[in-house]
């Protein structure tokens, strides 16, 4: 699938749309240290010492350029400075903007993230390295859908499923925000079509899927991602920009 639109712009505010930005973190296109600083300023005193807390230099610099593009991007949804929006946590840990505005869901890995937008509408975001994982068999016997190891088997565990499977069940766990407390076996997914997941089971009950709409693509020719949210079928503006610092202009 397409990425469209890399242009930087206002959302559309007369037409609901749900915007994607990913982006790279480990980016060597401009000096890592300038661009980390950068990235640091714009957080608050509460981000700062979470960062701080941090052991290891690469998922330190992963929630610090996550952290200051999700401001950026924020700014520009809500009109509230970047540096001064305010975030709270759901009891089961989902962060929303204070203040409100709009909905927004953050995914990142192995270098690159993953920011969902949109103004009224709970959504959830999901992105993973396709890589060859040698526990992908042991971890979908484990947390997957029998009709999804059925599925997996049959494509010989095939990285590309596995990841499809996995960012489309975590998307929709990120739209309802539950984290962990719901089931994943709960969660069926169909990816048979590469770019669109298609929610069979939410629940334990067949039914409970309803009305739930999932997109997925592929970022930077390495990631998967997806999209999860309940409609109305609203227009998804996929974009990919460079570096974090881009989201903040
Ligand atoms: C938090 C959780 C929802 C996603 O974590 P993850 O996949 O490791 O990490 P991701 O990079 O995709 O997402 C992390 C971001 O999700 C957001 N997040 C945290 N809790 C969340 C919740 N309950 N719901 C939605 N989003 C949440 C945060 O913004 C976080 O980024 P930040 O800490 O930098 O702000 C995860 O802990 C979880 O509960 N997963 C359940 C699914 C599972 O176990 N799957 C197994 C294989 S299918």
Request: with cysteine; proline share 6%.
């Amino acid at each position: 699938m397409e990425c469209g639109n890399k242009e930087m712009g206002a959302p559309n505010q007369t037409h609901e749309v749900i915007e994607i930005t990913g982006f790279i973190t480990r980016s060597e296109a401009i000096e890592p240290d300038s661009l980390y600083k950068n990235c640091y300023k714009l957080l608050n005193e509460e981000e700062k010492a979470r960062a701080n807390r941090f052991l290891h230099p690469k998922p330190r610099r992963e929630f610090v350029q996550t952290r200051a593009a999700l401001r950026g991007l924020l700014a520009r949804w809500t009109g509230i400075p970047a540096p001064t929006i305010e975030f709270s946590l759901t009891a089961a840990g989902k962060p929303f903007v204070a203040m409100g505005g709009c909905h927004f869901n953050v995914s990142h890995s192995h270098g690159v993230s993953l920011i969902g937008i949109c103004k009224n509408q709970a959504l959830g975001v999901d992105l993973e390295e396709i890589r060859d994982l040698p526990s992908r068999e042991g971890l979908a016997r484990r947390w997957f859908h029998p009709q999804e190891v059925i599925a997996l088997e049959t494509s010989g565990w095939d990285p590309h499923t596995f990841f499809a499977i996995w960012t489309a069940k975590e998307a929709v766990v990120k739209a309802l925000g539950t984290g962990l407390g719901f089931g994943m076996d709960e969660v069926w997914i169909d990816a048979k079509l590469p770019g669109k997941p298609l929610l069979c089971q939410l629940g334990k009950s067949p039914n409970g899927h309803f009305n739930w709409i999932l997109q997925g693509n592929v970022l930077q020719g390495t990631h998967l991602a997806c999209v999860a949210y309940q409609g109305p079928q609203l227009p998804i503006v996929w974009r990919e920009l460079g570096n974090p610092l881009d989201c903040i202009k």
